[in-house]
């Protein structure tokens, strides 16, 4: 098993491009989740999903979007870069269960410029 | 509001000390608590969790962790710290809510271990 994957591992954008950071697990889990981690905030939930065709909102959704039309798979997209999106992006995957801990994929740093 | 609290930025121990990094957590319900730890430049690594059951849990590596209910706490300690503990470690519960019925997890902010040779 590969676990959890995200490429790219790093992107330089100018304000106002878009892209989209990419998120893989081969573990078949329910419960997919996107992170953005910036110095003594710890780690701030931006959407979240629980199957295929479902997505929820987090703490810090503004500027990003997601879908999940599979279960394996789950995009992040910024639709025009701002700085204030520059920082370490974490996806993760569990089982659906509220016992189950999280596997992380190893980060994408974005920096906006 | 569930919350999660790690009061203290950084902690720093000398090598074969016993070590603690502290959380506080506030929830409705039953708590579900987790700790991870990350090395630098590296995603989250699972560490250990409490479910139901003692109060004392152990996970990797060696460390463990003590739920105090009546405190609200879940306390992370390992009686002897090594240099390849040094790490940032975070403390996390899993909150019930979510339009989609889902569990979302909230996650402190961190603590720095730094273990000092």
């Known amino acids: 098993n590969a676990g959890v994957t995200q490429t790219p591992k790093f992107q330089v954008l100018k304000t106002g491009q878009s892209m989209t950071l990419q998120c893989a697990q081969d573990?078949?889990?329910?419960?997919m989740s996107w992170y953005r981690q910036d110095p003594g905030m710890g780690l701030r939930l931006i959407h979240y999903s629980v199957g295929a065709g479902i997505t929820d909102q987090g703490e810090v959704p503004n500027g990003y979007n997601v879908s999940r039309s599979t279960t394996e798979d789950f995009p992040l997209r910024l639709l025009s870069a701002a700085p204030s999106q520059t920082s370490v992006y974490f996806c993760a995957s569990s089982p659906a269960g509220q016992s189950y801990e999280q596997y992380f994929g190893p980060g994408t740093r974005l920096t906006v410029t | 509001a569930q919350s999660v609290a790690q009061p203290e930025d950084q902690v720093n121990v000398a090598e074969g000390n016993p070590l603690t990094v502290k959380c506080t957590y506030s929830?409705?319900?039953?708590?579900?608590l987790f700790w991870y730890v990350q090395y630098p430049n590296r995603g989250l690594q699972f560490l250990l969790k409490y479910i139901t059951g003692d109060n004392l849990v152990k996970g990797s590596y060696g460390f463990e962790a003590e739920f105090n209910k009546s405190q609200t706490s879940f306390h992370l300690k390992k009686p002897s710290a090594l240099v390849s503990d040094s790490a940032l470690y975070f403390c996390a519960v899993r909150d019930a809510g979510g339009t989609s019925g889902t569990y979302k997890y909230i996650f402190g902010t961190g603590t720095r271990l730094k273990v000092l040779a």
């Open positions: 929830v409705s319900g039953n708590p579900y």
């Open positions: 573990m078949n889990h329910e419960y």
